[in-house]
């Protein structure tokens, strides 16, 4: 069994926040994948459901981000997972917005709901970062991130989401690497269209009509 985290901050208010975007990607990854319904437990939402085979549990912690750890550790524990086997989805500052990678363990850049994690359970699991970009200050980075998506954002965060969904098949066979380029080339700009070739211009009938009626004339002055 695998658990699959989504990271955000519970309540309508937080729902669009950049933030959330973890939590936007375990909501698609549910709808895509047919899972059974959300339903409250391990102090978050949880939801049961198959991919390529294998079982998978998601959860959204309902803790607020930098008290993630409670409510991940609690499900870790009675589930019977192993940290390994723990994939947790959150928004990544220093990645370009759209931009996605994967990598497992490593430092928790600031991110409230990775230190959480780490103070419960330690490093050794898996992280899909999924860039927002960054307000370029450091002191914005509170208001920047508990904001909603502007609207000229929408499309890139539906393609990503959409993208993670359709490529988790891979991540959970091991692939990370097939995972990211997959999501890389779903969510690419679709490629400029060639310009149309201009017709090539018809060449000239044999013996056109000028030719023609000047031999007409010919024969009637002959004539």
């Known amino acids: 069994m695998i658990l699959v985290v989504g990271l ?9 926040n950049r933030h959330n975007i973890g939590f936007m990607a375990a909501d698609e990854l549910v709808r895509r994948h047919s ?21 998978v549990m998601a959860l959204k912690p309902m803790t607020y ?6 409510s991940v550790s609690a499900a870790l524990r009675f589930l019977k997972v192993p940290v390994t086997d723990l994939v947790v989805i959150h928004d990544e500052l220093d990645l370009a917005p759209g931009r996605i990678r994967v990598k497992r363990g490593g430092g928790a850049g600031g991110h409230n709901g ?8 330690g490093k050794d ?10 307000p370029g200050d450091k002191d914005r980075v509170a208001d920047y991130v508990l904001h909603d998506f502007a609207k000229a954002d929408q499309d890139w965060v539906d393609k990503l989401i959409d993208a993670v969904a359709d490529a988790f098949p891979l991540l ?8 990211m380029n997959r999501v ?16 090539e211009p018809a060449a000239p009938a044999e013996g056109g009509l000028a030719e023609k009626l000047k031999a007409a004339m010919e024969r009637k002055k002959d004539n």
């Open 184 to 199: 890389t080339v779903l969510t690419a700009p679709p490629k400029p269209a060639k310009p149309a070739k201009a017709p």
């Open 114 to 121: 990775l230190k959480s994690i780490d103070a419960h359970l």
């Open 65 to 70: 981000m930098n008290l993630s750890g409670q």
């Open 172 to 179: 959970l066979g091991g692939d990370d690497n097939g995972f």
């Open 125 to 134: 699991y898996r992280r899909i970062r999924l860039g927002i970009g960054h």
């Open 35 to 55: 899972f059974g319904p959300w339903r409250a437990k391990f102090q978050g939402q949880i939801a049961e459901g198959m991919i390529a085979g294998g079982k």
């Open 8 to 16: 955000g901050n519970p309540g309508p208010e937080y729902a669009r």
